[in-house]
């Protein structure tokens, strides 16, 4: 059963527009949300996080939104640049008896220049 | 420079052979895990592991086993066992297994296995 959704496989955005990057969850009890990329035959890295006590956290060009009461967060890149054409992934942690990320499905974004 | 080495980067397996990826940390940290990239499946567990000689099933863990002999090492043998074993499997670890909402995980570059 996944518990950490992300519904669009792909997205393609025009270099210098916004992209948005949807997550749904469903375990309410999960405490902190986090973002990866990954490029082709690399690891995910790591590149924001967010704590449940927040609705928003800010690095850059990269901003996490988090709506508890809708179990949906969104990364927003602005602007966006051809070399953030990667896969994102959402994860999720601090399900109780869970000491691992739970991870969604991913979304493989393309900047086009 | 601290990170995760994993090796080989590309392995080729006859079918019915056993493997091993190996997975080395010199982060100090407590906690390692393995997943395992499908297309369209995102990252599932395969085993994890909190603290030496100590490791748990994830989600995917038949045809799969697992040591942890040592803090920095957490070797993957794919075993003949495993059905469809042809997939990119990475090696990930966090500071504590218990405190992964504070620092997420450190990813090493993958393992591209493939069954021929």
């Known amino acids: 059963d996944q518990q950490v959704k992300q519904n669009s496989p792909s997205l393609s955005v025009q270099e210098g527009r916004i992209s948005i990057l949807n997550c749904d969850y469903t375990n309410s009890m999960f405490d902190y949300f986090l973002w990866y990329k990954k490029y082709p035959a690399e690891g995910p890295t790591f590149l924001i996080s967010i704590s449940s006590i927040k609705d928003k956290n800010e690095d850059g060009r990269f901003t996490v939104f988090l709506n508890k009461s809708a179990k949906h967060l969104s990364l927003h890149i602005v602007p966006s640049q051809p070399g953030d054409s990667a896969v994102y992934f959402c994860?999720?942690?601090?399900?109780?008896?869970?000491?691992?990320?739970?991870f969604g499905t991913g979304t493989r974004l393309t900047v086009i220049p | 420079d601290g990170g995760i080495t994993q090796s080989p980067k590309y392995l080729f397996r006859k079918e019915g052979q056993n493997v091993t990826l190996s997975c080395e940390q010199n982060l100090n940290h407590d906690a390692m895990y393995w997943y395992r990239q499908d297309p369209g499946q995102g990252l599932r567990l395969i085993y994890y592991?909190?603290?030496?000689?100590?490791?748990q099933k994830g989600d995917i863990a038949e045809g799969y086993s697992v040591s942890r002999e040592k803090k920095e090492s957490f070797p993957l043998t794919v075993t003949s066992a495993q059905k469809n074993p042809t997939a990119f499997y990475l090696c990930a670890s966090s500071i504590s297994g218990q405190g992964i909402s504070n620092y997420g995980y450190t990813f090493g570059s993958g393992t591209r296995l493939t069954v021929v």
């Open positions: 592991s909190q603290i030496v000689n100590d490791f």
């Open positions: 994860a999720a942690a601090g399900a109780p008896g869970a000491n691992n990320l739970f």
